[in-house]
């Protein structure tokens, strides 16, 4: 497990912006693969731009990783529930 990961870095195709921010907590498998989760409370956890912050999240760290992303999730704080985000 790994908590509050500095990300850094430009998307593809972004034409040079950059992402910059904080991943909350990154979780490696048992059989290697990496899972993301994000912390979100009230209307943020069900904002659009939440869900697009975990796949430039993804891009970002995956090379960075030892073993595939298998899946990434917005955790939203207030009702506890996990919201599975898909890569596309």
Same mark, same amino acid.
């Given at each position: 497990?790994?908590? !509050? *990961?500095?990300? +850094?870095?430009?998307? =593809?195709?972004?034409?040079?912006?950059?992402?910059?921010?904080?991943?909350?907590?990154?979780?490696?498998? $048992? /059989? &290697?693969? @990496? @899972? +993301?989760?994000?912390?979100?409370?009230? &209307? /943020? /956890?069900?904002?659009?731009?939440?869900? *697009? *912050?975990?796949?430039?999240?993804?891009?970002?760290?995956? =090379?960075?990783?030892? &073993? =595939?992303?298998?899946?990434?999730?917005?955790?939203?704080? !207030?009702? &506890? $529930?996990?919201?599975?985000?898909?890569? /596309?």
């Amino acid at each position: 497990v790994l908590r !509050e *990961q500095p990300v +850094i870095g430009a998307l =593809p195709g972004a034409d040079g912006a950059l992402v910059v921010g904080v991943c909350d907590v990154l979780v490696q498998d $048992e /059989a &290697g693969a @990496w @899972w +993301i989760y994000d912390y979100k409370s009230g &209307g /943020a /956890a069900d904002d659009a731009a939440a869900a *697009q *912050q975990l796949r430039s999240y993804a891009v970002l760290l995956a =090379p960075h990783l030892a &073993g =595939p992303v298998a899946g990434m999730a917005i955790v939203d704080l !207030e009702s &506890g $529930e996990l919201r599975a985000i898909t890569s /596309a």
